[in-house]
């Protein structure tokens, strides 16, 4: 295997760091945000009323913060790290599959980033108690009912692909 240069190094650290802030965030938001609704409805559960919502809309204000900023610094350096590295796709499936993982999850994580980019609005203008601040939360919620889960599992498969490379091309040296 071919050594790589340091500036792809340095945007695949970047990239492996970025990701895996953005991972740790994204589930701490995901628990806290699903916390805050019934098991069976989009309703807020029965403790949160109009006087502590503000309150916890803040706690969470952070976490929508850090993980939309995380995630485009992630897609952001990996684009970079595979342009500049000397892996081949063709020869490296574990680098094909991360790939594709990412850039298939994106679109879907785009659209959410844009209702982060409103949140983050409402946040700036000090507005945590707005029924608007509710309505996108809802809206994240259970637009994509089932992709944070099946965004979770499919990265939870990048460590291992990282280690232990699987589905790498043995090339014949041709010298």
């Known amino acids: 295997?071919?050594?790589?240069?340091?500036?792809?190094?340095?945007?695949?650290?970047l990239a492996l760091v970025s990701g895996s802030i953005w991972f740790g965030a994204y589930v701490a938001r995901l628990l806290a945000t699903y916390k805050?609704?019934?098991?069976?409805?989009?309703?807020?559960?029965?403790?949160l009323d109009s006087t502590n919502?503000?309150?916890?809309?803040?706690?969470?204000s952070p976490l929508i913060s850090l993980t939309s900023f995380t995630y485009l610094l992630m897609i952001i350096s990996f684009t970079v790290f595979l342009f500049t590295s000397d892996?081949?796709?063709?020869?490296?499936?574990?680098?094909f599959i991360i790939a594709a993982i990412i850039y298939?999850?994106?679109?879907?994580?785009?659209?959410?980033?844009?209702?982060d980019?409103?949140?983050?609005?409402l946040f700036i203008d000090k507005q945590f108690g707005s029924e608007k601040v509710l309505e996108l939360i809802t809206d994240r919620q259970y637009r994509f009912n089932s992709f944070p889960i099946i965004q979770i599992l499919s990265y939870l498969s990048i460590p291992y692909l990282l280690i232990f490379k699987?589905?790498?091309?043995?090339?014949?040296?041709e010298n």
């Open 117 to 121: 980019y409103k949140l983050v609005v």
């Open 53 to 60: 919502l503000p309150a916890v809309v803040e706690v969470i």
């Open 87 to 95: 892996f081949k796709l063709k020869e490296n499936g574990w680098l």
């Open 104 to 115: 298939i999850t994106l679109p879907f994580e785009a659209i959410l980033l844009i209702n």
């Open 166 to 173: 699987p589905f790498t091309l043995k090339i014949k040296n």
């Open 36 to 47: 805050m609704f019934e098991q069976t409805e989009p309703v807020l559960k029965g403790f």
């Open 1 to 13: 295997m071919k050594k790589n240069n340091k500036f792809s190094s340095v945007f695949g650290y």
